[in-house]
């Protein structure tokens, strides 16, 4: 993710990890532009369902699978938080074990977060908006496994192959520590030709925290922008709490950045 503005100064009530697993998508696969970009304003609801591997008995005969399928039906609990913008919410997504084990791969390789700069922008001018500490890893550093049967997951549940995601990013938020307003895509005009984009952002709390933590995303549902107060979670944020996936995506389906997924990713 990059920063965008500076401000919040918000703490945590504990020093907490985040995973977060960005979701890339070449430009040029992008579903048509005749998608409409306005969407019906539905209440949440969890969907209560569970994770099923059946035989053709319960649902009567599975179809065929093709090579790269699966042959059992499967299903993936979730709740939808917003359509403006596109935000889900997952619980239990990863197990205890499986958090711990992300946090024990990647403490040993915190180092403090960078930003992307944008055009005219300097480590020095943007000093202080992302303040946090972090590392990539990737699935196939993992000998156990784990990150790759999250990201098999992660695949399921948002019908976007595997192998299009980048590395996982896994941070580390102390007391006092943010990160500053932004958008997760690259705005061409901003940051210059991208050769891919980042379609949607996988968000998963590795530990509890007593208060703070939140990703908020301020301007949700059209809210008004004027004299909003960055150090002030007073809007749709979504709590930090372990084993909490978040699902938001930064783009609509004609490939243009949500104007609305600008967002405090920590106040």
């Known amino acids: 993710m990059k920063g965008k503005s500076k401000s919040s100064k918000r703490k945590l009530g504990l020093a907490t990890a985040l995973f977060l697993c960005s979701l890339c998508f070449l430009a040029g696969l992008f579903i048509s532009t005749l998608f409409s970009q306005d969407v019906p304003i539905i209440k949440p609801g969890l969907r209560k369902l569970e994770v099923v591997h059946v035989e053709g008995e319960k649902y009567g005969d599975l179809m065929s699978n093709g090579e ?48 992307a700069l944008r055009k ?25 496994g784990t990150l790759d049967l999250i990201e098999k997951k992660i695949a399921k549940a948002t019908s976007i192959p595997q192998n299009h995601g980048e590395a996982f990013n896994v941070l580390r938020y102390e ?19 991208q050769s891919s984009q980042r379609v949607a952002s996988f968000l998963l709390y590795l530990s509890d925290v007593e208060e703070g ?15 909003y ?37 920590i106040c």
């Open 213 to 227: 933590g939140e990703t908020m995303f301020p301007f949700e549902n059209g809210m008004s922008i004027e004299g």
């Open 68 to 115: 790269t399928g699966e042959s059992s039906i499967e299903s993936i609990p979730f709740q939808v938080l917003s359509w403006k913008p596109r935000a889900y919410y997952f619980p239990n997504f990863a197990t205890a074990e499986q958090c711990k084990h992300v946090i024990e791969m990647a403490k040993v390789n915190l180092k403090p977060s960078t930003l």
């Open 175 to 193: 007391i006092g520590q943010k990160y500053d307003s932004h958008y997760d895509a690259f705005n061409p005009s901003e940051y210059g030709p």
């Open 120 to 144: 005219g922008e300097t480590e020095e001018s943007t000093k202080g908006t992302r303040t946090s500490s972090g590392t990539f890893i990737s699935s196939s550093e993992d000998k156990t």
């Open 229 to 265: 107060d960055y150090r002030k979670c007073v809007v749709f944020k979504n709590k930090a709490a372990k084993r909490r996936w978040t699902l938001f995506y930064s783009l609509f389906l004609n490939g243009t950045i949500d104007p609305v997924i600008f967002m405090l990713a």
